[in-house]
């Protein structure tokens, strides 16, 4: 054999097996790469599957409609005159002008159910309740027109924060008021996530 080839043989064969080696080596690791991958997207969804079961449901059979909550907070509780100031919802109120939805009375919401007059149109109500408190008549509040799960409703704005929405029905109409101050933006995209889990079973 050529003494020529026989000094590089050697050198040929380690650079193989490194080039083996490297080979081997980025597949381990890219295929330990995609097993992680793998587990941080079921985590991902283990953990939106929590946050969507973290809810609780008001429910309410008189009027024949619902919506979720957040279940960290405490139950649709009616304000009264005697101690403790309060009692839990029924799920049979037909006409209350405030059911406190939270904590407390800084950072929650209020839904309102009330009976509504024959004729009686949503831009009506949304005159009577929102527009009576903007200053000289001058318009602050934005609505806009909203359907969910197949009802009529306005959903209201405020220095482009989402403040209430209103639906309507035959008999009623059902508000609710995001009650958190203005400057607190955290909670926005809890409330749409209230105001697209509302069903009614009367319409």
């Known amino acids: 054999m050529n003494r020529k080839l026989l000094f590089f043989l050697p050198i040929l064969l380690f650079l193989v097996g490194v080039d083996v080696w490297g080979g081997v080596n980025f597949i381990s690791r890219k295929a330990s790469s995609t097993t992680e991958s793998a587990k941080n997207k079921i985590a991902s969804a283990e953990s939106t599957k929590s946050k969507t079961t973290s809810w609780a449901t008001y429910k309410n059979t008189v009027v ?44 929650g919401y209020v839904l309102s159910i009330l009976l509504r007059e024959k004729n009686y149109s949503l831009n009506d109500y ?15 509040f934005k609505k806009t027109s909203v359907t969910i799960d197949g009802v009529a409703g306005l959903k209201v704005s405020l220095v482009g924060k989402t403040t209430n929405v209103i ?30 889990s509302f069903k009614f079973t009367i319409k």
């Open 64 to 107: 024949g409609f619902e919506f979720s909550y957040l279940s960290s907070y405490k139950k649709p509780r009616v304000p009264t005159n005697t101690p403790p100031y309060e009692a839990v919802a029924t799920g049979k109120e037909d006409n209350v002008s405030a059911l406190l939805i939270g904590d407390d009375a800084e950072k």
């Open 126 to 140: 949304f005159t009577a309740s929102l527009a009576l408190v903007e200053e000289k008549g001058k318009s602050s």
């Open 167 to 196: 639906f309507m029905t035959k008999s009623h109409f059902i508000e609710l008021h995001n009650h958190t101050p203005l400057p607190e933006e955290s909670n926005e995209s809890e409330f749409t996530s209230m105001i697209n």
